[in-house]
């Protein structure tokens, strides 16, 4: 974005006069200041990653990120959909995980804010996530480490979800469609497996 003559002068030269009635680019400046907040405001306040997981004939389980309360942590929700409910009824939509865990106010890797950076994204926390529907298996990376979880098809409460062990910064979790617990990341400037069993 280019830089603002913030003093005024010059403003003439932008289809403005000295006398009454004219814009500043001060006025500019403060007025694209207050737009860019609004819009960030937004951003964080619309779900987005949306993904569906079809549960039994009646019920489709909608997962996605959200930014609850005022700030810019997102985190992962899910809200259930009764099919042969009247269309309009209030859908209710509750938290995925334990929000008392610690890994959304760890510190962020360099790598982590360099994709973000490249993704455009203006939140931190869960920034994206990856859902193995007939399981219910979720993985997600967060704080420069990938967590893992297992959502019921009817849950009783949030979840805690296990840090899958390792020294290096890793990035953007897949789930393999045929074996949830094989899960490859991006870290080294290579690809890696991870299975539970042999715990790398």
């Not at 003439?12 to 819009?39: I, M, P």
């Not at 389980?61 to 005022?70: A, E, H, I, K, N």
Request: charged share 20%.
């Amino acid at each position: 974005m280019p830089r603002m003559n913030t003093t005024g002068v010059g403003a003439g030269r932008a289809g403005t006069s000295s006398g009454s009635g004219s814009v500043k680019w001060r006025d500019v400046h403060q007025r694209v200041r207050e737009l860019r907040r609004t819009f960030l405001h937004l951003s964080v306040k619309t779900p987005t990653d949306v993904t569906f997981r079809k549960i039994g004939s009646s019920l489709l389980r909608c997962y996605f990120l959200l930014s609850p309360g005022q700030g810019r942590e997102s985190t992962l929700f899910y809200a259930d959909i009764n099919l042969e409910a009247n269309w309009g009824s209030r859908i209710v939509y509750q938290e995925v995980l334990d929000s008392g865990h610690s890994f959304l106010w760890r510190r962020t890797s360099r790598e982590e804010q360099l994709l973000s950076e490249r993704r455009r994204i203006s939140t931190w926390g869960i920034t994206n996530y990856e859902l193995h529907a007939p399981s219910g298996t979720l993985v997600f990376p967060a704080s420069s480490t990938i967590f893992q979880c297992m959502h019921p098809e009817r849950p009783t409460g949030a979840v805690t979800p296990r840090e899958l062990p390792s020294c290096q910064v890793r990035l953007n979790p897949q789930i393999c469609p045929a074996n949830p617990s094989l899960i490859a990341f991006a870290a080294r400037n290579d690809i890696y497996l991870y299975h539970p069993n042999c715990g790398k």
